[in-house]
C-alpha cells in the first residue's frame, strides 16, 4: 500500500492538490508512515510543536487509527467514515467537514 501512497502523493502534489487527496488509508501503520514521511516528525516547522500533516480530503474509511497521535493533522474533508478513532488524541487537528458518521 506504500507504493499506492506514494503514487497519491506525487500526483496530488504536482496536480496542487492535498497531498493525500482521495488515498485509500486502511491501517494505522500506513497513516503513521505517511504522515513520517511528509512532516519528518519531530522536526516541525509551526510555533506550537505540533507537526501540520496534510491529510486533507483524504480516505481512511473503515481504517484502524485507534491510538494515534494526531495533533495538529489536517483532516479536512476527510472521509473517516466508520474509521475506529478511539484513543486519539486529536488536539488542535482541523476536522472541519470530517465524516465522522457510523456505517449503516
Not at 486502511?26 to 510555533?47: D, F, H, M, Q
Not at 474509511?61 to 473517516?80: E, I
Amino acid at each position: 500500500m506504500a507504493n499506492t501512497l506514494t503514487t497519491a502523493y506525487e500526483a496530488n502534489i504536482v496536480a496542487g492538490k492535498p497531498p493525500y487527496e482521495g488515498a485509500k488509508i486502511a491501517t494505522s501503520g500506513e497513516l503513521i508512515c505517511s504522515w513520517r514521511s511528509v512532516t519528518g516528525r519531530g522536526n516541525t516547522n509551526s510555533p506550537d510543536g505540533y507537526d501540520r500533516a496534510d491529510f486533507a480530503r483524504c480516505e481512511p474509511q473503515f481504517a484502524d487509527v485507534s491510538g494515534v497521535d494526531l495533533r495538529g493533522v489536517n483532516l479536512r474533508d476527510a472521509n473517516l467514515r466508520g474509521a475506529n478513532l478511539s484513543g486519539v488524541y486529536l488536539r488542535d487537528a482541523d476536522m472541519r467537514g470530517a465524516d465522522l458518521r457510523v456505517p449503516r
